[in-house]
């Protein structure tokens, strides 16, 4: 019993507490329906001033009165304190003092204190209020619907911002996004009442703009993770888009952040035209539909990298494929195109200018030179090219190609390119890097056929293991990051689904192969470098390409070709295909050289076990029927200790190349070659120093 009082006391010296903290208008009634007390909800709700509802006898205040029914409870109450329901969402009417009747819902409970005589505890609400309330909820629970069975934020994002403006009367919505690389919020999406359609205007007016944490009004709500309501933005200088709410006639606006895990995905923001005060309940359930949308946004981006990832996956391995039948091809392709340049090349110094057959053989020339640059892209595509990689500075490259690149670019192009000092120096081939260039440079030129602008930049950049920034698979590190951006046609996301691929969307008409991007992405992709592109359609497209930084400074490439092309040495020529062998036998032979031939290794080791003068130079194919040209080099040198080699071939091999590229101390020629490259390395392979 000392127990029951005591909690009786308690529960009667917070009942005043209770009265006015009570979200709702409370009324204590008596057995007599007299109000004993009453919180200010209550007041304000019947008319009366404060205080003056005690002692007011309920038949008053609610038509149907539930006094009577706290009679039958009574002598339970009596013997102990006890807490009874009576009755749950009644639907009543009440009347204020004016007179003036209006509908209420109300729970009821009986309540008794301290042994005495039972009240009635009335809840009243508005039962419109409780409608919207209700309505409320119901938005909150559609919001998670749709979200949940959303596969991506464009299809989901608009139904929310409708659901959202539909229930809760706001007349347009918008929802910001951070940005992947950098702490800033860009337009998503935003949906507006089709009544007042002007208002898409405003949208889109929003689109090229962008958010910093703590600027304006919805960057400090998404900096402080703090839902802001906004009666006046004419009112509110911090708001910086002041002058374009007042041209779409804009008033009232809350705007609630999207927060997921500690992370800040967005935030969403609404307006109305017309004045509208805060709703403490509705920024309270917009906050859960922002968390709910939060967990949606991250769960959807999760799997977008998911798939996108098994795209990449995918790709890879197609493109691997194309590589393996390019690499193929090449081989044979490059074979006759060494005897068609070749050829062609020594004809054109031994025909007479006047000779009308001249102008057919420079065609054929020309033909030949197309054909192996063809072949060459194929190669750089599939990542079956062989490098010959050295330190080299990418700022002083784009610096010496800058007058070549300017001419390509055309005149109506705005070609600017920043390098940020000290960015650094890369391990690649020089000649590869040219062409990554010179073909984005092209791309961009193809994009802006009425001309437009053209950045190219170098700078550094330096990506930590946790960095949301480091793309996928490229591990953390310093960098050397070069950025060519242009302000042409860009890309839609199905084209950049298939960006590098050959051929793909390559237009009627078009100057190129077709593999201009594919090139770039396998020359980068085998230098150990990564290219990620961004672009939206109509938007222009940034390509960025970073490759790994060394510590060693570049040093600029000394001639090694002796000035003279001509030799006395003997030189043994290893080659199976026998129509190259013929061309590079006339050229050597024609420059002053003794040659012996064989074709293949086992003939070539015959040849020079019956040799009895010194071999100075054995130049060798590397793959053969009967062997390949690095395990017959093994064998000759045991023969001929200071004989050089030189190796030749059309596409990467593994006798003489790992990750495609060249062994250290090898010298190799890519077919196909002209006679002058050719006599040029071979001069240079025997003059060099032991």
């Not at 990554?436 to 950045?455: D, F, K």
């Not at 950025?483 to 689904?497: K, L, M, N, W």
């Not at 770039?520 to 390409?545: D, M, P, W």
Request: hydrophobic share 45%; charged share 20%.
């Amino acid at each position: 019993m000392h127990q029951e009082t005591s909690t009786s006391q308690i529960v009667g010296s917070l009942l005043p507490l209770v009265l006015e903290q009570a979200p709702e208008a409370l009324l204590l009634i008596d057995t007599a329906g007299i109000v004993q007390q009453a919180n200010a909800r209550a007041h304000g709700m019947f008319g009366y001033g404060p205080g003056n509802l005690v002692g007011v006898d309920c038949s008053a205040l609610i038509v149907e009165s539930v006094c009577d029914r706290l009679a039958a409870s009574r002598d339970e109450s009596l013997r102990r304190p006890t807490l009874r329901v009576l009755a749950a969402g009644s639907d009543l009417h009440g009347r204020r003092l004016n007179g003036d009747e209006f509908p209420i819902v109300a729970d009821v409970t009986q309540l008794s204190l301290d042994g005495g005589p039972p009240v009635a505890a009335c809840w009243l609400r508005d039962p419109l209020t409780l409608r919207e309330s209700e309505l409320r909820l119901h938005t909150v629970h559609l919001v998670a619907r749709i979200m949940a069975s959303a596969r991506t934020i464009e299809e989901a994002a608009p139904r929310v911002l409708r659901s959202i403006c539909e229930m809760m009367s706001w007349q347009i919505g918008l929802f910001w996004v951070s940005g992947a690389d950098a702490p800033q919020l860009r337009l998503h999406s935003w949906w507006a009442v089709p009544e007042q359609s002007a208002l898409a205007e405003f949208g889109r007016a929003c689109l090229p703009m962008l958010i910093q944490p703590d600027h304006g009004i919805v960057g400090h709500a998404w900096n402080a993770r703090e839902p802001e309501w906004v009666e006046d933005v004419a009112a509110r200088p911090e708001f910086r888009r002041q002058a374009l709410a007042a041209r779409f006639g804009l008033v009232s606006m809350c705007v609630t952040p999207v927060v997921f895990g500690g992370r800040l995905v967005g935030a969403i923001e609404f307006f109305t035209r017309s004045r509208r005060p805060k709703d403490p309940a509705m920024l309270s359930q917009l906050m859960d539909i922002g968390t709910t949308l939060a967990e949606a946004v991250d769960r959807i981006r999760f799997q977008e990298a998911l798939q996108l990832r098994e795209q990449e996956v995918r790709r890879a391995e197609n493109l691997e494929a194309v590589g393996r039948l390019a690499g193929g091809i090449a081989h044979d392709f490059n074979n006759l195109l060494t005897a068609i340049v070749g050829y062609s090349e020594d004809m054109a110094t031994r025909i007479p200018a006047d000779s009308p057959l001249r102008a057919d053989l420079l065609e054929i020339r020309h033909a030949g030179d197309q054909a192996a640059v063809l072949t060459r892209q194929l190669l750089a595509f599939g990542r079956k090219q062989i490098l010959q990689p050295r330190v080299v500075d990418p700022a002083e490259t784009l610096a010496a190609m800058e007058p070549m690149l300017r001419s390509l670019a055309g005149e109506s192009v705005a070609l600017s390119i920043r390098c940020e000092p000290g960015a650094g120096s890369v391990h690649v081939d020089p000649g590869q890097l040219e062409q990554v260039i010179v073909n984005l440079v092209l791309n961009a030129r193809e994009s802006m056929p009425r001309g437009g602008r053209l950045e190219l930049g170098i700078s550094r950049v330096e990506l930590q293991a946790d960095d949301p920034k480091r793309p996928a698979g490229v591990p953390p590190g310093s960098r050397v990051l070069l950025t060519v951006a242009d302000s042409g046609a860009g890309f839609d996301e199905t084209t950049q689904a298939h960006l590098f691929e050959p051929f793909y969307n390559v237009p009627a008409g078009a100057r190129g192969t077709g593999l201009g991007l594919a090139t770039v992405y396998g020359i980068v992709q085998q230098s150990g470098g990564h290219i990620q592109v961004e672009s939206r359609a109509g938007l222009g497209a940034t390509f960025r390409i970073c490759f790994p930084r060394v510590s060693t400074s570049a040093s600029p490439l000394s001639r090694s070709a002796m000035d003279r092309d001509s030799g006395h040495e003997t030189i043994l020529l290893v080659e199976d295909e026998q129509v190259v062998r013929r061309y590079v036998r006339t050229v050597l032979k024609a420059s002053g050289y003794r040659v012996l031939e064989a074709g293949g290794p086992e003939e070539a080791l015959q040849v020079a076990q019956a040799q009895t003068t010194p071999i100075h130079l054995v130049i060798t194919d590397v793959v053969m029927p009967d062997g390949n040209g690095r395990e017959l080099s093994a064998k000759l040198a045991v023969l001929f200790p200071a004989a050089r080699f030189l190796f030749m071939s059309g596409h990467t091999e593994d006798a003489i190349v790992h990750d495609g590229i060249l062994d250290p101390g090898l010298d190799f020629l890519g077919k196909p070659f002209k006679p002058k490259d050719l006599l040029e390395k071979v001069r240079a392979v025997l003059s060099r120093r032991p």
